[in-house]
């Protein structure tokens, strides 16, 4: 599976209990589920080449970042090893040169919205799926913010950046055991006033 539609509703997981994808990657459905946002780009780019050696065709990607959306970027990397941590490329310890320096590029992959969604959208998306894949890299309270903002985002909304300055300053402020629960009510809120006010095209 890949990711939802735009304008579809958001479901839960039951296997974490919380919104499907925000649960990652402590969450293993969830895990395969972000997983599988970065694989379904890989499947169609591969169908477009009728096949073939996926680590060369990964190789290739790699070489040329500049020229592949961003997800068969990411899945590329993947499919290779990194020579000096053993990691998949870009997924190794933070420090390790190479991953890092892999890391970066991939962020010149291109980027298009999808047809319905606000623009800067998929740019939000994208960075979201790269911190919850790499979440060994972040702070926890980054981490935390990126996996519960990502379902709403992954079916097209998208606050301002006023908006959303406000939410994370609003969310670091929270403290105590019910952190998580607390600041998942805060993301539901703000997606439901999203929706209400049509901020995406279903």
Request: aromatic share 6%.
């Amino acid at each position: 599976m890949g990711r939802p539609e735009v304008g579809a509703a958001l479901r839960r997981c039951n296997e974490c209990g919380g919104y499907e994808y925000a649960g990652a990657p402590a969450c293993g459905t969830c895990r395969d589920l972000v997983d599988g946002v970065v694989e379904e780009g890989w499947a169609g780019f591969v169908g477009e080449f009728g096949g073939g050696d996926e680590v060369a065709l990964a190789a290739m990607v790699a070489d040329e970042p500049d020229r592949h959306d961003w997800r068969v970027v990411d899945a590329a990397l993947d499919r290779l090893d990194c020579a000096d941590c053993g990691e998949r490329t870009g997924r190794g310890p933070l420090g390790c040169a190479p991953c890092d320096l892999a890391h970066g590029f991939r962020y010149a992959a291109i980027e298009h919205d999808r047809p319905g969604v606000p623009r800067g959208n998929e740019h939000a998306v994208r960075v979201n799926v790269s911190v919850v894949r790499r979440p060994h890299v972040t702070s926890e309270n980054e981490l935390l913010l990126r996996r519960l903002t990502l379902p709403g985002l992954l079916v097209g909304l998208l606050p301002t950046t006023e908006e959303a300055q406000r939410f994370v300053a609003a969310a670091r402020q929270v403290t105590g055991r019910e952190r998580e629960r607390t600041v998942e009510l805060m993301v539901e809120g703000m997606f439901s006033s999203l929706r209400t006010e049509g901020r995406f095209r279903a």
